[in-house]
């Protein structure tokens, strides 16, 4: 039989094209490229270029062979109706190619398109409403074929084909292990998903071509149902690193993915009896388990199309065109994405913490060109290097403050420019990354230029806000003797730290020298604008002791410090250190709550109400 396939040079394809031509077929496949067509010839097969939009060339392949399988199937998954589209369009050329003719043609699905949390069969319909819905209308295009004369069916692939050269979900598992430290599942791990040898799915389209019934679908799954729990716990055993559960959200967090966290939540088990007993198909090829022990999965770094997709050529972004207050000039739209200049990287925004500072530039803070953006904290994967950059490469895991000044947008978007920057290590994940940048650049230099000494008693006042609380710890490594001013919401947790906590307000002069018996050597004034400057100057004595990071009109006013004056630079060398500190959970910034980038207002109406406790994330 002479067959005309499509996706022959992917990823299953030149197996499934191997196989046909051993079994004494002959092979013509659509090639869109020079490499796909080498791909082709180099099996043995003959070549048609063009692509999947190409229905004319489509139909012309399906006319003159005797048989058609259609298995390409791709583009970008946040577009699942354009992928869906073009599919049914390509599906319903091939087929009409075909009527009348009473010749083969089997077309690709996914068990995924089944009901989750059932084993399902081949004869259970397929849910509208599964991970896997958007290849449901292409099962149905080519079946109904079948009413057409068409000898057509459907092979529905387990979700994880393996074998020599996987790219796919499994990769991407190990991948997310290597750059967490972590071998993740969700929930309990008990969800079940299904997988194939990619041998035993060639053996299997081959059957198909040859042999199946009109309108049939059947089931691509050498085994049945596979836990993600001994998934995790293999991949764990292998890298020597931890297994762990996750909940949904931080599984979104962990494979910077939310669908693909979605795929791993999903109890997805299917049935193959049918299939076997229907077409005399026997898997005998290597198990999920076996081909991860003994094949290449852990020698290689294999790319992954769901790790790093091509950057798109727009980018959402929170931004102002005009200064005014943050609820009234922000918005957010679309923008082009930024190009990282000589020195600097670009990252893909896993997370992104907001700042007061990010609503002082609203309001004319550092005024420069119009617009910027907000968001001066992220956490991401590295996308891009400009020139001169060393020591990263693309897909590294980074956080690190926001290039802010010489881009048109910041970190509340789904990609930000980088100046500065390190590395994410091991045990420290990108939500919590993502709280480090400001706090430890800011708290750190401004103690460090302060001269705090081990002998020294320091004031931290506004030790709740997250620079205060960063400067609290700060200051305690160094062996400081540590006062605190902070409401109830951290006041205990600032004691566990080992200072001294008293409330602000009325009375706070007093209270503070009575827990010094002295002046303070030096006071740190972290909290927003309040009037409490003034008290302040009042409990050291001289304002020369004095450095505020927020009031800087009163500071100028009473002669007070301010550390945008003062400070000659920025210690982005601490960046990594805190950044290790952290993961050994010697370092921390509280995280109140983490919102879609789409919800920025409700984040920024949290924090505007002097009430959010902790750091507000952004999850792009």
Same mark, same amino acid.
């Given at each position: 039989?002479?067959?005309?396939?499509?996706?022959?040079?992917?990823?299953?394809?030149?197996?499934?094209?191997?196989?046909?031509?051993?079994?004494?077929?002959?092979?013509?496949?659509?090639?869109?490229?020079?490499?796909?067509?080498?791909?082709?010839?180099?099996?043995?097969?003959?070549?048609?270029?063009?692509?999947?939009?190409?229905?004319?060339?489509?139909?012309?392949?399906?006319?003159?062979?005797?048989?058609?399988?259609?298995?390409?199937?791709?583009?970008?998954?946040?577009?699942?109706?354009?992928?869906?589209?073009?599919?049914?369009?390509?599906?319903?050329?091939?087929?009409?190619?075909?009527?009348?003719?009473?010749?083969?043609?089997?077309?690709?699905?996914?068990?995924?398109?089944?009901?989750?949390?059932?084993?399902?069969?081949?004869?259970?319909?397929?849910?509208?409403?599964?991970?896997?819905?958007?290849?449901?209308?292409?099962?149905?295009?080519?079946?109904?074929?079948?009413?057409?004369?068409?000898?057509?069916?459907?092979?529905?692939?387990?979700?994880?084909?393996?074998?020599?050269?996987?790219?796919?979900?499994?990769?991407?598992?190990?991948?997310?292990?290597?750059?967490?430290?972590?071998?993740?599942?969700?929930?309990?791990?008990?969800?079940?998903?299904?997988?194939?040898?990619?041998?035993?799915?060639?053996?299997?389209?081959?059957?198909?071509?040859?042999?199946?019934?009109?309108?049939?679908?059947?089931?691509?799954?050498?085994?049945?149902?596979?836990?993600?729990?001994?998934?995790?716990?293999?991949?764990?055993?292998?890298?020597?690193?931890?297994?762990?559960?996750?909940?949904?959200?931080?599984?979104?967090?962990?494979?910077?993915?939310?669908?693909?966290?979605?795929?791993?939540?999903?109890?997805?088990?299917?049935?193959?009896?049918?299939?076997?007993?229907?077409?005399?198909?026997?898997?005998?090829?290597?198990?999920?388990?076996?081909?991860?022990?003994?094949?290449?999965?852990?020698?290689?770094?294999?790319?992954?199309?769901?790790?790093?997709?091509?950057?798109?050529?727009?980018?959402?972004?929170?931004?102002?065109?005009?200064?005014?207050?943050?609820?009234?000039?922000?918005?957010?739209?679309?923008?082009?994405?930024?190009?990282?200049?000589?020195?600097?990287?670009?990252?893909?925004?896993?997370?992104?913490?907001?700042?007061?500072?990010?609503?002082?530039?609203?309001?004319?803070?550092?005024?420069?060109?119009?617009? +910027? *953006?907000? !968001?001066?904290? /992220?956490?991401?994967?590295?996308?891009?290097?400009? $020139?001169? #950059?060393?020591?990263? @490469?693309?897909?590294?895991?980074?956080?690190?403050?926001?290039?802010?000044?010489?881009?048109?947008?910041?970190?509340?978007?789904?990609?930000?420019?980088?100046?500065?920057?390190?590395?994410?290590?091991?045990?420290?994940?990108?939500?919590?990354?993502?709280?480090?940048?400001?706090?430890?650049?800011?708290?750190?230099?401004?103690?460090?230029?302060?001269?705090?000494?081990?002998?020294?008693?320091?004031?931290?006042?506004?030790?709740?806000?997250?620079?205060?609380?960063?400067?609290?710890?700060?200051?305690?490594?160094?062996?400081?003797?540590?006062?605190?001013?902070?409401?109830?919401?951290?006041?205990?947790?600032? +004691? *566990?730290? !080992?200072?001294? /906590?008293?409330?602000?307000?009325?009375?706070?002069? $007093?209270? #503070?020298?009575?827990? @010094?018996?002295?002046?303070?050597?030096?006071?740190?004034?972290?909290?927003?604008?309040?009037?409490?400057?003034?008290?302040?100057?009042?409990?050291?004595?001289?304002?020369?002791?004095?450095?505020?990071?927020?009031?800087?009109?009163?500071?100028?006013?009473?002669?007070?410090?301010?550390?945008?004056?003062?400070?000659?630079?920025?210690?982005?060398?601490?960046?990594?250190?805190?950044?290790?500190?952290?993961?050994?959970?010697?370092?921390?910034?509280?995280?109140?709550?983490?919102?879609?980038?789409?919800?920025?207002?409700?984040?920024?109406?949290?924090?505007?109400?002097?009430?959010?406790?902790?750091?507000?994330?952004?999850?792009?």
């Amino acid at each position: 039989m002479h067959i005309f396939i499509t996706g022959g040079s992917g990823l299953t394809g030149p197996s499934v094209v191997s196989e046909l031509i051993t079994a004494g077929h002959t092979v013509t496949g659509l090639a869109r490229s020079d490499k796909a067509e080498a791909r082709l010839r180099e099996l043995g097969a003959g070549v048609l270029r063009g692509s999947l939009e190409d229905l004319d060339i489509l139909r012309q392949g399906a006319r003159f062979a005797e048989g058609v399988i259609h298995m390409a199937f791709g583009g970008n998954f946040a577009e699942p109706e354009e992928m869906c589209r073009r599919d049914c369009a390509a599906i319903n050329a091939l087929g009409q190619a075909l009527v009348g003719s009473g010749k083969p043609f089997v077309s690709t699905s996914g068990t995924l398109v089944m009901r989750a949390g059932d084993v399902s069969t081949e004869q259970d319909p397929p849910d509208p409403a599964s991970l896997g819905s958007f290849r449901v209308p292409g099962e149905q295009t080519c079946l109904a074929f079948a009413d057409q004369g068409v000898r057509s069916s459907v092979v529905r692939l387990a979700p994880t084909v393996h074998g020599p050269g996987d790219y796919g979900f499994i990769p991407f598992l190990i991948s997310a292990a290597r750059r967490t430290g972590v071998s993740a599942y969700i929930g309990d791990g008990a969800n079940r998903w299904p997988a194939i040898h990619r041998q035993d799915a060639a053996i299997l389209f081959r059957l198909a071509i040859e042999k199946a019934p009109a309108g049939t679908a059947l089931h691509g799954a050498g085994e049945s149902a596979i836990t993600f729990e001994t998934i995790a716990h293999l991949i764990g055993r292998t890298l020597r690193i931890p297994t762990a559960p996750l909940t949904p959200e931080e599984a979104a967090v962990h494979f910077e993915n939310p669908f693909l966290a979605r795929c791993f939540a999903t109890d997805a088990p299917a049935s193959s009896a049918y299939t076997r007993k229907l077409l005399d198909w026997k898997p005998v090829h290597a198990t999920l388990l076996e081909d991860m022990a003994t094949g290449d999965y852990f020698s290689s770094q294999l790319p992954s199309p769901f790790s790093y997709s091509a950057a798109p050529r727009n980018i959402r972004t929170v931004r102002f065109h005009v200064y005014g207050e943050p609820a009234d000039v922000l918005r957010m739209e679309e923008t082009t994405l930024p190009a990282p200049a000589a020195g600097r990287i670009r990252v893909r925004v896993i997370a992104c913490g907001l700042n007061p500072a990010d609503w002082a530039l609203c309001r004319g803070l550092f005024p420069k060109d119009l617009p +910027r *953006g907000i !968001g001066l904290d /992220v956490s991401g994967t590295v996308d891009d290097v400009g $020139e001169g #950059v060393d020591g990263i @490469a693309v897909g590294d895991a980074v956080f690190g403050p926001v290039d802010f000044v010489t881009t048109a947008s910041a970190g509340a978007s789904d990609f930000a420019i980088l100046e500065h920057w390190a590395r994410i290590p091991k045990g420290l994940d990108p939500i919590h990354a993502a709280a480090l940048p400001m706090a430890i650049t800011t708290a750190f230099s401004t103690v460090d230029h302060m001269g705090l000494r081990a002998d020294h008693t320091i004031l931290i006042n506004g030790a709740g806000t997250m620079m205060g609380f960063a400067a609290v710890q700060i200051a305690l490594m160094r062996g400081s003797r540590v006062i605190a001013t902070a409401g109830e919401t951290f006041a205990e947790r600032l +004691r *566990g730290l !080992g200072a001294l /906590v008293t409330e602000y307000g009325e009375g706070m002069v $007093e209270r #503070v020298l009575q827990l @010094a018996g002295r002046s303070p050597d030096l006071i740190l004034d972290t909290s927003p604008v309040s009037g409490a400057l003034p008290a302040l100057v009042m409990i050291a004595g001289d304002p020369k002791r004095v450095v505020t990071i927020s009031d800087f009109a009163a500071a100028k006013e009473l002669g007070a410090r301010s550390n945008i004056e003062e400070l000659r630079g920025i210690r982005y060398d601490a960046l990594d250190e805190f950044a290790q500190l952290a993961a050994a959970g010697k370092f921390s910034i509280p995280i109140a709550r983490t919102f879609p980038l789409e919800d920025w207002r409700a984040a920024l109406d949290v924090s505007q109400s002097r009430k959010a406790r902790g750091k507000l994330i952004l999850l792009p």
